[in-house]
């Protein structure tokens, strides 16, 4: 099973994650797909911003000839492997993560 949010998560970045129970982390690295790719759509020009946002440098004319394109082309494709590699890691998810941002699992508090 962990192999399947695996894909999900190579696919859409954050689908394996909420697969996983893991609602905070699918919400980050959805937000962080999200803008990457209207990034790319800012930086194209009228005609191709669909295939920019979805291919990257890829799907742009001159994409692969601008710096900025492809240090965000290479931004993207390691956040779909980072989000790959972390759905498939771990396997329940962390139901006190609420808490801990209140610091309620401290000794102290």
């Not at 399947?4 to 954050?14: E, M, Y």
């Not at 990257?56 to 993207?76: D, N, S």
């Not at 989000?83 to 699992?105: E, F, S, T």
Request: hydrophobic residues 55%; positive net charge; glycine residues 12%.
């Amino acid at each position: 099973m962990r192999w399947v949010r695996g894909v999900l998560s190579a696919l859409v970045p954050g689908l394996g994650q909420l697969a996983a129970g893991r609602i905070g982390d699918a919400a980050l690295f959805l937000v962080a797909v999200c803008w990457t790719r209207l990034f790319f759509a800012g930086l194209a020009a009228d005609g191709e911003r669909l295939s920019a946002a979805l291919g990257g440098a890829f799907g742009m004319a001159r994409g692969l000839a601008m710096p900025t394109v492809v240090v965000i082309t290479v931004i993207t494709l390691g956040l779909h492997v980072f989000a790959a590699w972390d759905a498939a890691r771990k396997g329940r998810p962390d139901i006190r993560w609420p808490a801990r941002l209140v610091g309620a699992d401290r000794p102290d508090a």
